[in-house]
């Protein structure tokens, strides 16, 4: 599976960003699909994952009710759309693909495939 993350970029706190991540090859379906984050000097964090036949998305306690995770399996997509942004949130963005066990699904470990990830800079 290779994939590409777009749709970064600069906003203002309180502002709206959609990514994207476009995944090829046919098995796309059946992979769990992720996105994680890592500022300077920090370790690459959670951020949120659905499973592969589980329309239900998992998101960290940090972007809840603020992050929302969802994919189109048709087109080999999955969008991570991000409202009320903050400072904290500026971060490189990756989008990974795997098939971890339930409590390796937070963890990068889990995932065998990654994005080149796509910069968000949130301004105060």
């Known amino acids: 599976v290779q994939l590409q993350a777009s749709g970064g970029g600069w906003v203002q706190s309180g502002g709206s960003l959609r990514l994207s991540c476009a995944a090829s090859?046919?098995?796309?379906?059946?992979?769990?699909m992720a996105w994680f984050r890592q500022a300077p000097g920090k370790e690459r964090e959670f951020v949120a994952a659905?499973?592969?036949?589980?329309?239900?998305?998992i998101h960290a306690n940090s972007v809840k009710g603020r992050f929302t995770m969802s994919r189109d399996n048709a087109k080999n997509m999955a969008y991570l759309q991000m409202d009320s942004l903050k400072p904290e949130d500026t971060a490189v963005y990756f989008c990974?693909?795997?098939?971890?066990?339930?409590?390796?699904?937070?963890?990068?470990?889990?995932?065998?495939?990654w994005g080149q990830g796509t910069q968000v800079t949130v301004s105060s």
């Open positions: 990974g693909a795997g098939r971890p066990i339930t409590s390796m699904i937070s963890s990068p470990m889990g995932y065998n495939y």
């Open positions: 659905m499973k592969a036949y589980n329309s239900n998305p």
């Open positions: 090859g046919s098995a796309y379906r059946s992979y769990t």
